[in-house]
């Protein structure tokens, strides 16, 4: 738990570095002096550099399937489903396009996946749209498996694309217009919203 | 037509040692020695090393369809989707990581999918959605934009994970995004 919390610290502190002073110009031995640590003790929690920003994205999809999880417990597969598909692009453009695309490149020089394309999320979001469509509050009749894996590669794809186009649209809400008119929403949007969104 | 000729010897060229090698470890040098063309003269024509790269992704939009839009939209879109996929799966996974990279640097001349083919794929969707085939209710552009999006994402994932490419999965990917009943080849 410590260790999360501390690695979390060193996070949240480089990328507000990030930010500020731009990716390029923040060295480990800055991040080290703002935290009072040892750059062997930073390489403990985070290898490298740029491993800042794809732990990042590792955190911010595991605490959306938290968050889901709840929602689904409270029966509101509605908000868990905006949840689980909108934490990345709202963590992306909480970063801005500059920073999501040294992710991205990252990401191809890695082969790295993403975190939030994990098997786990997969289901949730299947599971998410089954339920809606049991509710006969979604409109398509489509197998949810598949609509989840069109769903999480459409985000994929805007995504990099607005990265590479420098951020020239809405992502948040370009994507949340795909999903509605995909899943044939029914019911009124605001079902879709979560607690922190309000 | 002499023209045209040291053109086509520097696609070819470029595209055996891509391939090969991948992009990364050939030269422009390796690229205008082996098509017997000068450097300067494939700078003049703005060749460069990146745009050779997206050329071989370009889809050939003068292949004619084999489906009739008119009879089958949605086998025209099929059509239509292949000529731009048939490029992208052409040379693994390697060298469309590659293409990728360029296109987040910024250095690659085009956006990933080319407008020409994007505005075709526009008029498809249009024509499909006249013959009312088409369930999901946007207007056919933002309806492209998620379909060409959705295809980024998925070749994405196909260069970083090696996966195959499962083109069925692909055309059951659009007919999901249109919210049609079918999206297949006629014959």
């Known amino acids: 738990m410590r260790t999360e919390e501390k690695k979390q610290q060193l996070i949240d502190s480089a990328l507000q570095l990030f930010q500020s002073k731009g990716y390029e110009n923040v060295s480990i031995e800055e991040i080290c002096r703002r935290n009072s640590i040892s750059k062997p003790t930073f390489y403990k929690y985070i290898p490298a550099k740029e491993q800042v920003l794809a732990h990042y994205f590792e955190q911010v999809s595991r605490q959306a399937m938290e968050k889901a999880s709840g929602y689904l417990a409270e029966e509101r597969p509605a908000a868990a489903l905006q949840t689980l598909l ?19 490149s990252y990401r191809i020089r890695q082969c790295a996946q993403a975190d939030f394309r994990s098997s786990e999320l997969k289901h949730m979001t299947t599971d998410c749209i089954a339920i809606l469509q049991q509710k006969s509050e979604i409109d398509s009749k489509e197998q949810p498996e598949k609509l989840a894996m069109v769903l999480l590669d459409l985000s994929e794809g805007l995504g990099m694309s607005w990265a590479a186009m420098n951020g020239a649209f809405d992502l948040g809400r370009r994507y949340q217009n795909s999903v509605f008119s995909i899943l044939g929403v029914l019911i009124a949007p605001s079902a879709y919203r979560t607690s922190e969104a309000s | 037509m002499k023209n045209r000729d040291y053109i086509d010897r520097l696609y070819a ?6 391939v090969e090698n991948g992009y990364d470890a050939v030269t422009m040098d390796e690229i205008c020695e082996s098509a017997g063309v000068s450097k300067p003269t494939a700078y003049a024509a703005k060749l460069t090393k990146p745009v050779l790269l997206a050329r071989l992704y370009r889809p050939d939009l003068s292949e004619s369809l084999s489906a009739d839009p008119k009879a089958d939209p949605l086998g025209s879109i099929a059509d239509h989707l292949d000529r731009l996929l048939d490029r992208i799966f052409s040379y693994g996974p390697d060298l469309l990581r590659d293409l990728f990279r360029l296109e987040l640097d910024g250095r690659k001349p085009d956006y990933f999918i080319e407008r020409a083919w994007y505005f075709e794929l526009i008029e498809r969707i249009e024509h499909a959605r006249t013959a009312g085939l088409i369930d999901n209710q946007e207007e056919a552009e933002s309806l492209a934009g998620m379909v060409a999006n959705f295809l980024i994402g998925y070749s994405f994932e196909y260069s970083i994970s090696s996966a195959d490419e499962k083109r069925e999965n692909l055309y059951e990917g659009v007919r999901c995004i249109l919210r049609v009943r079918r999206i297949d080849h006629a014959n």
């Not at chain 2, 060229?13 to 891509?18: G, H, Q, T, Y």
């Open chain 1, 86 to 104: 909108g934490a990345v692009n709202d963590a992306a453009e909480r970063l801005g396009p500059e920073l999501y695309r040294i992710y991205w």
């Open chain 2, 13 to 18: 060229s470029s595209k055996r040692l891509f």
